[in-house]
């Protein structure tokens, strides 16, 4: 039949996800038939689902992929694409948390709760977050404490303490630490001014110590019980700390690039123009904005209702182009943080679980503006192994060439010796010509750039 | 000797066992028992604004909840 069992979908054997010919299922297994018809009939899924809190999904005829454990098949709406908590700047992972929360809160009124509390449940359609793990709901044991507890401190709180405390680089450390930050690890690095903040002292650095105190401690052990207060309070205590942690670009090296860059105002009228023109040939039905700094470029794809996801490396330049998203309540565009010179690779059990950005494609169309000297020059990247790697990536390619004499160049150039004989014009034809055929060559007015379009061979 | 030791911790061993029904995430020990210990305190918090929340309620000459421009003061019962 040709099943293919998402490699992600191991954990909970409260069912799977699977796709058949294409299309996404999820099986739900009879062990989570009880929990599956509460959250139903409780009214929390049209609740969650009329909020844009949770997936929406319908109930499907098509065979299970296991029958032998099945109850149903659901066909859940497909999110335009998946992506990753360390591909999120602070805000994306911050309106993450509070989804979470929200969704909690909600299950608790209605008598259940959530049994994980993983920011890979969470992915973004445009700039809202939505849960995506339909069997993440169980009955509510009063008395019992909240299990995804340490969970969402891992998942969610520490690398948000971390980011806005420390260094807004440290989200990165999700992508070594799959179930989240170590909350002992949090706890060390983050600055003793942190626990002055009840939340952060008790969420963090008390619960981290009693993780260290209570290792060896069965959990039937452990005495006391919760009330329905004290869970609420717990999960209000939580959001009132996400709540309390800012962080603000500051001295970005992209923050005023449009303004600093050597474009006159034709300049990039003409740039926006010509992008704009080559879109409305190819007409894309999705697109990656690679080295999109705050998204000026991908909006010219986003606003004519297509996917569009705007890649940067710098965290200021995404946050900055989220805060925007947010304000646009733009629904295609999805700002992410990656470098691409060290694109995320596929990470978690058997190099499966997560994907590489390579896998998540390819996409229609490439927009890689500005982006060449970053990859040919500062990163040394020859030329021919750039075409390569944008062939795996897309079908349509819009280029722009900044040649040597380019300010931009110079200054990359300025402290170091230029080796890069064969970077001019008839160097990138050449060493794209394997990959890709030129359907169109347009120099920028006013400057001394070139606006390709090009199709993959 | 023995029996009359072992009953306590297993009357307690059973209670508790309902208590903690298994779930296919570790919670964590520390976790656990963190809850527990503030699970009062934060929970006094909740249950302290609901209460004030009553109270006030109580107090103001409008429900906080009533729409106002459906309702005028006036026409309330008792306002």
């Given amino acids: ?457 | 000797m023995a029996h009359t030791g072992n009953l306590p911790m297993l009357v307690e061993a059973t209670r508790l066992a309902l208590v903690v029904p298994p779930a296919y995430l570790d919670p964590g020990s520390g976790s656990f028992i963190l809850q527990l210990l503030v699970a009062g305190i934060l929970g006094g918090l909740v249950a302290l604004r609901m209460s004030w929340g009553k109270i006030k309620a109580r107090f103001s000459r409008r429900p906080p909840d009533t729409d106002d421009k459906a309702t005028p003061p006036e026409a309330k019962p008792g306002g």
Wanted: charged share 25%.
């Fill in chain 1, 1 to 457: 039949m040709g099943d293919a069992r998402q490699p992600s979908s191991f954990r909970d054997r409260s069912g799977f996800l699977f796709t058949r010919d294409g299309r996404l299922f999820r099986q739900v297994n009879r062990s989570y038939q009880p929990d599956f018809e509460l959250l139903l009939s409780s009214g929390l899924y049209k609740e969650l689902v009329d909020l844009s809190l949770l997936v929406a999904h319908r109930e499907s005829s098509e065979p299970p992929a296991d029958p032998a454990l099945a109850f149903k098949v659901l066909e859940p709406e497909r999110m335009p694409f998946i992506s990753y908590p360390y591909e999120w700047c602070f805000g994306q992972l911050k309106r993450a948390a509070l989804c979470t929360l929200e969704v909690q809160k909600r299950a608790l009124a209605r008598g259940l709760s959530l049994k994980d509390a993983s920011a890979y449940n969470i992915q973004f359609r445009g700039h809202q977050p939505v849960l995506i793990d339909t069997p993440s709901f169980e009955r509510l044991v009063e008395e019992r404490p909240w299990f995804a507890y340490r969970q969402f401190c891992q998942h969610f709180l520490a690398p948000l303490a971390l980011m806005a405390q420390v260094d807004v680089r440290l989200s990165q450390l999700l992508r070594v630490h799959i179930d989240g930050i170590p909350l002992d690890l949090a706890a060390r690095l983050l600055p003793a001014h942190s626990r002055l903040r009840p939340g952060l002292a008790l969420h963090i650095h008390l619960h981290a110590g009693a993780q260290r105190r209570y290792a060896d401690v069965p959990l039937a052990a452990s005495r006391g019980r919760m009330t329905r207060s004290s869970h609420i309070g717990i999960v209000d205590n939580l959001e009132a700390t996400v709540r309390g942690l800012h962080w603000d670009p500051r001295g970005t090296a992209w923050q005023s690039y449009y303004e600093e860059t050597n474009y006159s105002p034709a300049g990039i009228e003409n740039k926006l123009a010509l992008t704009e023109s080559f879109l409305n040939q190819v007409r894309p039905r999705s697109v990656w904005d690679l080295g999109a700094n705050t998204g000026m470029f991908s909006r010219l794809a986003s606003r004519q209702g297509i996917f569009t996801l705007s890649i940067d490396s710098d965290p200021g330049a995404v946050e900055l182009n989220d805060r925007a998203c947010v304000q646009e309540a733009s629904p295609n565009l999805l700002p992410l943080l990656i470098d691409l010179t060290n694109p995320s690779p596929a990470v978690g059990w058997k190099n499966e679980e997560r994907m590489s950005l390579r896998e998540r494609g390819p996409a229609d169309a490439i927009l890689a503006l500005a982006l060449i000297h970053h990859l040919a020059i500062a990163n040394n990247t020859p030329l021919s192994d750039i075409a390569t790697w944008f062939s795996h990536l897309t079908h349509w390619l819009v280029l722009e060439f900044v040649p040597k004499q380019d300010s931009q160049v110079q200054r990359l150039l300025s402290f170091r010796a230029d080796i890069f004989d064969d970077y001019h014009e008839e160097g990138l034809e050449k060493a794209f010509a394997g990959a890709f055929r030129i359907i169109s060559r347009q120099p920028i007015r006013e400057s001394s750039r070139v606006l390709y379009l090009m199709e993959r061979r």
